[in-house]
């Protein structure tokens, strides 16, 4: 097996708070933070003809998820915990790509400059 290109990365989104409530509750609005939310790209790897074989042998056992993370062991962002893959194969190439995924919940954050929000 021979890795192609992978071209995933992480995507972090910023979140802002409104600062608008009703009760006046709050001074103003608080600190922004950034969040993990999701990633995107690509792993596209060319597989051997005894490879396919047996990607095919576990798509049709419903178990081409545990041979992914066997086999392919795509090298995920740090951030990324799980992954459910989407795939495709064509002739001997694989490409697969994140249908959904979590955080790894021992990644820790940078955690929020909050000096700049004083």
Do not use: R
Not at 1 to 16: A, G, P, R, V
Not at 37 to 52: N, P, S, T, Y
Request: overall charge negative.
């Amino acid at each position: 097996m021979k890795t192609l290109s992978n071209t995933l990365e992480t995507l972090i989104e910023w979140w802002d708070d409104p600062g608008d409530y009703p009760s006046g509750a709050g001074a103003g609005p608080l600190p922004s933070y950034q969040y993990f939310a999701g990633m995107e790209g690509e792993v596209k790897v060319e597989l051997e003809q005894k490879e396919v074989a047996e990607y095919n042998q576990a798509v049709e056992d419903g178990e081409e998820q545990e041979w992914i993370q066997q086999n392919v062991d795509p090298k995920t962002p740090e951030e990324v915990g799980s992954v459910t893959w989407e795939h495709e194969l064509k002739g001997n190439v694989l490409t697969l790509w994140s249908e959904e995924c979590e955080a790894d919940p021992d990644y820790q954050e940078p955690e929020p400059d909050y000096d700049d929000y004083a």
